[in-house]
């Protein structure tokens, strides 16, 4: 079983910081790692595939790297749009999402 | 555009038989390279994957829960189901339905449906 976790937990931060959020898995995943965004009431969002590769449409204030355990997302100037909640989630094996980071002014 | 459109009931009692549809529309579900999924997310709660059905109704199902999960597909009306048996309160949730794409990744999502079990 591929376990996922994320932090921190929650992320207090305004407009125009730059922001990282960690995702660490418990085995390795190579670049299987995909982060989405979620805002309330609202289904998830996909911004990064592959662990970097950013999906079409996706701003590129958003950015993603790592390989193997260890990987990150980086919103280089945060937006008012950008208040949610993140997930990473692998797909090496079957799919495993992480427990979610919260980004909140 | 493509949609995705899930539909059932709100409420289920315990012990019961969960049956979720999700409707496909602006793109055919016979698409090649890709598969269709639910995943669900209890309230106040993190993201957990189900399972997946290729139109030719090829199933792949998350390992925990396997034994009470069973997706099937209706190309003729565009459609795919989601069975979860032997209901708790622990499967009190939004249950999205979703497409994974060529990329692996869960590219178009349902609105969502919340279902809550209780007598």
């Known amino acids: 079983d591929f376990q996922m976790t994320q932090s921190p937990s929650t992320l207090s931060a305004s407009v125009g910081d730059r922001v990282t959020i960690t995702c660490r898995a418990s085995?390795?995943?190579?670049?299987?790692l995909a982060w989405y965004q979620q805002k309330p009431g609202k289904a998830p969002k996909v911004l990064i595939y592959k662990a970097s590769s950013l999906e079409s449409g996706v701003p590129p204030r958003f950015s993603g790297n790592g390989s193997g355990t260890e990987f990150t997302l980086t919103i280089s100037s945060l937006q008012p749009d950008d208040f949610a909640t993140y997930y990473c989630?692998?797909?090496?094996?079957?799919?495993?999402f992480g427990p979610g980071t919260k980004v909140d002014i | 555009q493509l949609q995705l459109q899930e539909s059932g009931p709100g409420l289920v009692k315990p012990s019961e038989t969960l049956s979720l549809s999700c409707s496909v529309s602006?793109?055919?579900?016979?698409?090649?390279?890709?598969?269709w999924g639910w995943i669900r997310q209890p309230p106040g709660k993190g993201l957990e994957w189900i399972g997946s059905i290729y139109y030719s109704g090829s199933a792949y199902y998350n390992p925990s829960l396997k034994s009470r999960v069973t997706i099937s597909v209706d190309t003729s009306n565009n459609q795919f189901s989601l069975k979860l048996t032997s209901l708790t309160a622990a499967d009190t949730a939004v249950y999205y339905c979703?497409?994974?794409?060529?990329?692996?990744?869960?590219?178009?999502w349902g609105q969502g449906t919340l279902v809550t079990v209780s007598s």
């Open positions: 085995q390795s995943i190579s670049s299987w």
């Open positions: 989630q692998q797909y090496n094996s079957g799919f495993t």
């Open positions: 602006g793109g055919f579900i016979s698409s090649s390279s890709y598969y």
């Open positions: 979703a497409r994974r794409s060529p990329e692996l990744i869960f590219d178009s």
